[in-house]
């Protein structure tokens, strides 16, 4: 069964370094997107990507994120300058359709952790 | 209100009971609904889609109320497997297909 992967599993990082999350999507799938969950918090929007740009990005995604798809297998998640309260496990989804009725598949996930 | 609402629980609840969890959300012009369900730190992964009045699928029914805009998840028949967080979940009806989720209730089925 086709699934959505990330690596790492965990990342360690400290406060004001750039991080670069990866990503691939199921193949044929053309919608991707990022969500990102605090310990013990409930899952939150970061970014919904499609035709190589942004279709709808969240509060949270300041100046300091960005997303790229730089080939055709890849999605990633940069953080410019990390923070303390970017600690969070970041979720990679991907869909094959737009459109409310439309599943959204997750990956494993990325535990970010800030020192 | 909060856009889309659930009680964390716990529901502590033995094997083989019938338990019902219910989300309230705010947008009246959503028309389609999830439920997710998420071990603990694993990610969200989906369990059932709600568009019309209700979906029943083995032990699980999912059911709509769009007059009181809550939905709610029955399972049967509770196993120890299913223990977990389950999320009420509520996607955007503009092409970002962002999904918003609810806190989650927590199940834990014991012997």
């Known amino acids: 069964e086709p699934e959505v992967t990330q690596t790492p599993s965990h990342q360690v990082t400290q406060m004001g370094q750039e991080v670069i999350l990866r990503c691939v999507p199921i193949?044929?799938?053309?919608?991707f997107y990022w969500y990102r969950q605090i310990l013990g918090q409930k899952v939150e929007f970061l970014v919904s990507?499609?035709?190589?740009?942004?279709?709808?990005k969240s509060e949270i995604f300041d100046d300091q994120f960005s997303v790229e798809r730089p080939d055709g297998s890849n999605f990633t998640l940069k953080i410019r300058s990390t923070k303390l309260e970017d600690s969070a496990m970041y979720f990679c989804?991907?869909?094959?359709?737009?459109?409310?009725?439309?599943?959204?598949?997750f990956g494993p996930g990325t535990r970010l952790t800030v020192l | 209100r909060k856009e889309v609402e659930q009680d964390p629980g716990p529901f502590n609840v033995p094997e083989g009971a019938t338990v019902a969890f219910n989300c309230t959300y705010s947008?009246?012009?959503?028309?389609?609904f999830f439920w997710y369900r998420q071990d603990c730190r694993k990610e969200p992964k989906l369990l059932m889609s709600?568009?019309?009045s209700g979906n029943e699928d083995g032990r699980f029914t999912a059911q709509l109320n769009r007059a009181s805009q809550y939905i709610s998840l029955l399972i049967r028949d509770s196993k120890l497997s299913d223990s977990a967080t389950y999320l009420c979940?509520?996607?955007?009806?503009?092409?970002?297909?962002?999904?918003?989720f609810g806190t989650g209730t927590q199940l834990k089925v014991e012997l």
């Open positions: 989804a991907s869909s094959s359709l737009a459109g409310a009725l439309n599943e959204q598949f």
């Open positions: 193949s044929n799938h053309l919608y």
């Open positions: 990507f499609y035709n190589n740009e942004i279709s709808e």
């Open positions: 947008n009246s012009a959503s028309q389609s």
């Open positions: 709600v568009y019309s």
């Open positions: 979940v509520v996607p955007t009806q503009r092409g970002g297909n962002k999904l918003t």
